[in-house]
């Protein structure tokens, strides 16, 4: 069995030709979808403004430490295009950023803990 890592990954994208209906449920939305909405979980949870111009999803992906921060990118992007698509919502430009939990270095002030 091969070694097990945590990822953090923020997908983010830009909504593109959003119909009527997408707008409409998006802006009755956005206050659940704000600041503190940004939490990683594996369903991910999804950022954005009024502007409905730029949004983001936070991932936690657990995948093979062999595979890479490439493959925890893929996987979480994955998810965001089936979420996105479920919903309905027009998007183009995903892009991720990936944090390897398990390799992070934590510096502590003041001192060893």
Do not use: C, P
């Amino acid at each position: 069995m091969s070694e097990q890592h945590t990822y953090r990954v923020i997908v983010r994208g830009v909504w593109d030709g959003l119909s009527e209906d997408s707008r409409t449920r998006l802006l009755a939305e956005v206050d659940g979808h704000g600041l503190t909405a940004m939490t990683f979980t594996e369903e991910g949870s999804l950022t954005y403004d009024r502007a409905l111009k730029h949004f983001s999803w936070r991932y936690t992906v657990v995948s093979d430490a062999a595979d890479g921060e490439e493959m925890a990118a893929a996987i979480a992007e994955d998810r965001a295009e089936s979420a996105l698509g479920a919903l309905g919502h027009g998007y183009r430009d995903l892009r991720s950023t990936v944090t390897d939990l398990d390799t992070m270095k934590i510096n502590y002030k003041g001192g060893r803990r």
